[in-house]
């Protein structure tokens, strides 16, 4: 029952590991449902580790059993009794159990290194804002610093900050800055960073995997997208999308021509399709599409966890 | 109401006004309006210093100093936030990343295009 089990997983890693993140980056749909592409983009990302390790693990193990929970005991225990495995082990278990455990423990040791890494440089950060800069009138959370170039952004954590720079509020007229405030309050409420961390991990875990490189970017693309709406929502006044829209392109401005020229396809990065779908709105997913994605999500997890436990269970 | 966090800033505020060696027991007598204890001053120094904005040299008493001024701690900040350094980028959320000369001109075309659209 093991090796068809690792040959269906070994499948499906491979079609992870690129077909379906070129897919999903390439496709138009997720501009217009961002939340509904995120569900499918961390579903990508789980089953695709998911089913990389375990594929390696149940070929690894396939000689001590027939099935993961029978097998891994099997593989424990005789290291103590000295019971021989079933079948006879050959170089490529060795290999594809180690490929395994490296590729794990790779995998978690780099996502924790990123967590860690991460968290202080936002204490860092942190701590300088509350010495060097006196809590705005927006709020206890908001910091103006004193900066000619156009900049807002917001630290994640317990204690979040919202920083606007003095040239972003002398640039942008109310309704402008209100907007861009909007705009980071949304990537606060929504946690926007826990779901970018482990694409930001993997991107440095597997530098030679262009489908990690393509979904973080994907990733981080997209929750720009969804805190565009989510700011919309919060919004009021006559014409929302404009404003919003009318902000990006000032802060852009602004804090231009930092990027040699060209450096961006002039078709647009990823800056002037928010620009574009808040202009000129597609229409929303259908909610059949939307449930579609949605499903797909959570079939993609099912599979390999299904795959891994099911020889265990018939 | 004294809190941590606000003497720290009016300890360093102090630091960057007078801009040369202080020791413990002049800032205090310096900053008697807050009525701060000997013991407090120290802990805030020593909070400082462990956040990297505060020296302190060998000298019996230890006399302390800012170490950079605000201008600079802004500068650095803003540096790695404009900077490209991923790893960095990871820790915030900006507003707008960096782009071109050639995207800011589409960008505006953009809006512009937008603007002049009748259906609107």
């Not at chain 2, 802004?74 to 990871?90: F, P, T």
């Amino acid at each position: 029952m093991l090796p068809a089990t690792a040959l269906a997983l070994g499948l499906l890693a491979a079609l992870l590991a690129w077909p379906v993140p070129a897919a999903l980056s390439r496709a138009r749909w997720p501009q217009r449902d961002p939340l509904a592409a995120l569900v499918c983009w961390q579903a990508v990302g789980l089953a695709g580790g998911l089913s990389i390790i375990g594929a390696l693990l149940t070929h690894g193990l396939a000689p001590w059993g027939h099935s993961l929970p029978e097998a891994w005991w099997h593989w424990v225990t005789h290291w103590s009794t000295g019971a021989p495995p079933e079948e006879p082990v050959r170089g490529d278990h060795w290999v594809a159990q180690t490929l395994a455990a490296v590729l794990a423990l790779e995998l978690l040791g780099v996502l924790a290194l990123s967590l860690v890494r991460t968290a202080r440089t936002r204490r860092r950060h942190r701590a300088l804002l509350e010495l060097v800069v006196e809590p705005a009138a927006a709020g206890e959370d908001t910091r103006l610093l004193d900066h000619p170039a156009p900049v807002a952004f917001c630290i994640p954590g317990a204690r979040p900050l919202l920083v606007l720079s003095s040239g972003m509020v002398a640039e942008l007229d109310g309704a402008q800055v209100d907007a861009v405030v909007a705009h980071e309050r949304a990537h606060l409420t929504e946690h926007h960073h826990l779901l970018l961390l482990p694409f930001v991990a993997w991107r440095a875990a597997l530098p030679v995997l262009p489908a990690a490189d393509r979904a973080h970017d994907a990733v981080r693309d997209l929750v720009e997208m969804r805190a565009d709406d989510v700011a919309l929502g919060s919004l009021t006044g006559p014409d929302r999308r404009r404003t919003l829209a009318a902000a990006i392109v000032a802060v852009a401005a602004g804090a231009g021509g930092q990027l040699p020229d060209g450096a961006l396809a002039v078709t647009g990065g990823a800056v002037a399709v928010r620009v574009r779908r808040l202009l000129a709105p597609a229409a929303p997913l259908p909610s059949g599409a939307r449930w579609a994605a949605l499903l797909s999500a959570v079939a993609l997890l099912l599979v390999p966890t299904v795959l891994l436990v099911l020889p265990a269970l018939v | 109401m004294n809190t941590l966090g606000e003497l720290e800033r009016s300890v360093l505020e102090h630091l960057w006004a007078v801009a040369g060696p202080v020791t413990a027991t002049q800032l205090r007598d310096e900053l008697a309006d807050r009525g701060l204890a000997l013991t407090t001053v120290h802990t805030v120094l020593t909070r400082l210093e462990q956040k990297g904005f505060v020296t302190h040299d060998e000298t019996r008493p230890r006399q302390f100093r800012a170490r950079g001024t605000r201008e600079e701690h802004v500068a650095d900040l803003m540096h790695e936030v404009l900077g490209q350094a991923g790893d960095r980028q990871a820790a915030l959320a900006r507003f707008v990343g960096s782009v071109g000369d050639d995207e800011v001109r589409m960008l505006r075309e953009l809006l512009a295009g937008a603007g002049d659209d009748p259906a609107r």
